[in-house]
């Protein structure tokens, strides 16, 4: 019997080995006869080119404000998709967000050489390189360029570093050296302890790591080695292909260090040694004459029968549009016939694609449709009259319960938080500033001793995004929008227990009271203890350290929810308070136009507030008036100030009048108003437009006949600025993305239609929404979680390691990277600038979809 086991074993490792070889074999015939094959080319974007993959040489460069933010350096769009970045050199095997970062001293694009050039350089160590992209046969060079010596105490630290991201090469393996393996669903690689006097400083001698007090760091070590690697041989899509002519390359995993790491392939600069230091050869497999396959932009929510309903389709820039495209309808017998055959109406090319239009308005008849172009078809979407009448519960009902700072939080079985940050806040010392952007000054314009305890702040409030701090500004924005939902809609439902009094907050279940009055009451609650408390409302509430900052999970344990004592120490408690320096600072520099926008807020809850809880009512405003005059002294005193926070600030004393205007009626606030809103409105038509709007109702017909004219200047500009794209919608270019800009631009128009509505068609409100819903670029999934038949499956919330979303929330959306591409990731979601779900983002929404369905009431 022991032979006959022995023999099976024998055999069994021989059909193993066998079958690796075979499959090694079919990865490497593939690989050599049939992938890699078409040259790049440097274009006129100055980036190279070829079907199925972009090659970006510091198109975008790390700006500072965030760091590593994941989008700069030599980066890949590989069959259409970002996969590669952080291509530069790099100090640690790992780096994370907060490490340092080169800045681009130089770019040259050489055209007749065909190359690009980038100077990078380490202020801190007078490091200076160069790094030299060149095309050579189906892929390119890397050669880095030394004018002297790497510094000796950057000596085995300093490396060229290209990272990959994990979801792209997940259930794939890569080949070094001959060898496979297989890239780690989770991260389980080898990591050392170092002592901290190895660890190069991270960004103003933060850390990110909380070593309890033992001066150590993690250090990351290699999953593997060798001279040549080939990533994801099995998937022609994601295969690269890194050969080094010196260095050994090493493949590292990020994510042992933060759960938002890269794979990342490195290779160490050798010392002693100048010019030509390290030279890669790296070839991403393109697929021949490849073509990315259309986006079909539709509301993924769907529409009302009456509604105008346009899809917008996303070509690659070498496929032109099809001449027709068919919808198709369920009928009683379960099977979907074609209701409509339209042509597709070709659009032109925005930023690196070509667009179509399929206009299917005449499709009227409720009921269950896809759209098939080609031989592709859309998911399916519904026409009904009340299509969009819940598509705001997930918002209101899970995502702002959820968001709720100083209460726990539960649903059904789940607790989604515990009562976070009862040990109230500390004053932020002076001449700080913080790595979140947060600055302290050289007073605290307080009552207040740096890190001396201010009481009474344990209370309302939300957290503000995917992090869990406190800012005021963003606090102001949704109680001024729960204030409009209020008012113009009467929102009264009912999905949610609230008790103030236990701190406690219970999802789906009903209390009698109105969500929106409550969360209006528990956004108050916080700025009136920021007033009670601190004298006047602060730019924000937040951890101080950087290793609490990156807290993912339960907010209730990003501190120990125990008050400090300096008596104590580290990590020492008494029960009722702690050594640890972990409780939130308050930045409490005061400025005039967080004063005003806050009175603005405080007044218009006021309004709401009244009836529901009349003391609370009162006392803002109370609060209101008080904080008006002060700011209106603090302004008389103030030095001319042109700086970025004073100009995003102007306008803030017409909000603060034009609120408590329309809460007392009294005729010195409303003059203050209208002595203020024509001037904001010539210096900035689009962001004081609103207001001007808000005022109309509580105006006489002169101010209406002016606003009129203002307004179709406004129709004007904005009509030109959204016909440069195929959406007709205001798409941002920038680092963070536009959701919220479309949103507040669908819901400015709402109130132009109901005020003037021969200058406003209500389609140009549908049209926001349904952007938002899917009928964007990049993808067709809805930018809102949970609404509509697809949606995001990923978001940068606090439970964003887990690779899910919280209902409701609605994404940035497109994120711009130069010089042409619009991107939101749906397998990422460490993305904050497309995933991260912010308060007044969340607010606006919940305006607009009860906007839309008080359209629908209109004959």
């Keep these: 019997m022991r032979k006959l086991n022995n023999t099976s074993t024998v055999l069994f490792h021989f059909k193993r080995t066998l079958w690796k070889q075979v499959f090694l074999f079919i990865c490497f015939f593939s690989l050599f006869n049939s992938s890699f094959s078409q040259t790049l080319v440097l274009n006129e974007k100055e980036y190279f080119e070829t079907p199925g993959l972009n090659v970006w040489v510091f198109n975008n460069e790390y700006n500072g404000m965030f760091f590593d933010e994941k989008t700069a350096g030599i980066e890949f769009i590989h069959h259409g998709v970002r996969t590669v970045t952080g291509g530069a050199i790099r100090l640690q095997n790992t780096p994370e967000q907060w490490d340092l970062i080169p800045k681009m001293i130089s770019r040259k694009v050489d055209k007749a050489k065909k190359t690009i050039e980038v100077t990078l350089r380490y202020e801190e160590f007078n490091f200076d390189s160069k790094i030299i992209v060149t095309p050579k046969g189906k892929g390119f060079v890397i050669d880095v360029i030394l004018d002297k010596p790497v510094p000796k105490q950057l000596e085995g630290r300093a490396g060229f570093n290209m990272e990959f991201i994990p979801t792209s090469y997940f259930e794939s393996n890569y080949v070094v050296d001959g060898k496979a393996g297989t890239f780690p669903r989770y991260p389980a690689s080898n990591t050392e302890i170092r002592p901290l006097a190895e660890k190069i400083p991270q960004f103003a001698g933060h850390t990110t790591f909380d070593d309890r007090g033992r001066n150590e760091f993690i250090a990351t070590l290699p999953l593997e080695s060798g001279k040549s690697f080939i990533f994801a041989p099995e998937n022609p899509e994601r295969t690269v292909k890194i050969q080094s002519e010196d260095q050994d390359v090493m493949l590292f995993d990020g994510r042992n260090l933060g759960q938002n790491g890269w794979f990342i392939a490195r290779s160490i600069l050798p010392s002693n040694k100048k010019g030509k230091v390290m030279s890669w050869y790296v070839e991403p497999n393109a697929i021949p004459n490849w073509k990315r396959e259309p986006v079909i932009g539709f509301s993924q929510v769907g529409y009302m029968p009456g509604q105008k309903k346009v899809a ?116 932020a010392p002076v001449n700080h500033e913080h790595f979140d952007g947060y600055k302290q000054g050289p007073t605290t314009e307080t009552k207040y001793k740096p890190l001396e305890r201010i009481p009474g702040m344990s209370v309302g409030g939300w957290f503000d995004a995917g992090d869990f701090d406190i800012q005021t500004f963003s606090h102001v924005s949704v109680i001024n929008s729960f204030v409009e939902s209020w008012e113009a809609f009467k929102v009264s439902r009912d999905e949610t227990y609230i008790d103030q009094k236990t701190q406690f907050v219970d999802i789906h279940r009903p209390d009698g009271q109105p969500d929106l009055l409550q969360q209006i009451e ?338």
């Design 312 to 427: 917008v389709v996303e070509l690659d820039k070498n496929d032109k549009a099809l001449s027709t495209a068919s919808i198709f309808k369920l009928g009683a017998d379960g099977k979907f016939t074609e209701a409509l055959k339209v042509n597709v109406k070709d659009w032109g090319t925005y930023l690196r694609y070509n667009y179509a239009q399929i206009d299917f308005s005449a499709v009227k008849e409720k009921g269950l449709y896809y759209i098939q172009y080609g031989d592709q078809k859309t998911n399916t979407f519904q026409i009904e009259e009340d299509i969009y009448s819940k598509i705001w519960h997930p918002t209101m009902d899970v995502w702002f319960p959820v968001q709720m700072d100083h209460m726990e939080v539960n649903e059904a079985y789940r607790v989604w938080h515990g009562r976070p940050f009862l040990d109230d806040c500390l004053q």
């Design 522 to 859: 528990h956004g108050v609650l916080n700025l009136v203890a920021q007033v009670e408390n601190i004298g006047h409302p602060v730019r924000g509430i937040v951890v101080p350290n950087l290793h609490q900052y990156h807290h993912l999970g339960d907010a209730s344990t990003e501190t120990d929810n125990l008050p400090y004592n300096s008596s104590l120490k580290p990590f020492e408690s008494n029960g009722v308070s702690s050594g640890t320096k972990d409780d939130r600072w308050a930045f409490t520099n005061r400025t005039s136009f967080l004063d005003f926008r806050t009175a603005g807020a405080l007044a218009s809850a006021s309004r709401a507030l009244k009836g529901y809880n009349n003391a609370l009512s009162a006392k803002c405003l109370s609060l209101a008036i008080k904080l008006t005059n002060e700011a209106t002294e603090i302004d008389k005193k103030a030095k001319p100030d042109n700086s970025p926070m004073s100009r995003w600030g102007k306008g803030s004393d017409m909000i603060a009048l034009l609120q408590l205007y329309l809460s007392t009626k009294d005729e010195q606030y409303k003059k203050g108003f209208e002595d203020k809103i024509w001037k904001l409105l010539d210096e900035n038509l689009d962001f004081n437009m609103n207001s001007a709007l808000l005022a109309v109702s509580s105006m006489d017909d002169n101010y209406k006949q002016k606003v009129r004219g203002y307004v179709m200047k406004y129709k004007e500009k904005m009509d030109k600025e959204n016909s440069e794209n195929p959406y007709g919608v205001p798409i941002a270019k920038r680092g963070w993305g536009g959701s919220s800009q479309v949103i507040n631009w669908a819901s400015t128009n709402y109130y132009i239609h109901n005020i003037y509505p021969d200058i406003m068609d209500k389609e140009s409100v549908y049209q926001g929404l349904n952007y938002v819903l899917g009928c964007h670029p990049y993808s067709n999934l809805s930018f809102v979680n949970a609404v509509g038949n697809r949606s995001k499956k990923v978001a940068y919330g606090g439970n964003r390691a887990d690779f899910t979303t919280i209902a409701g929330g609605v994404v940035p959306g497109l994120i711009f990277l130069k010089p042409d591409y619009l991107e939101n990731k749906d397998d990422w979601p460490f993305f904050w600038g497309e995933n991260e779900c912010i308060i007044d983002g969340g607010a606006w929404y919940v305006f607009l979809a009860n906007a839309v369905n008080d359209l629908a009431k209109e004959k």
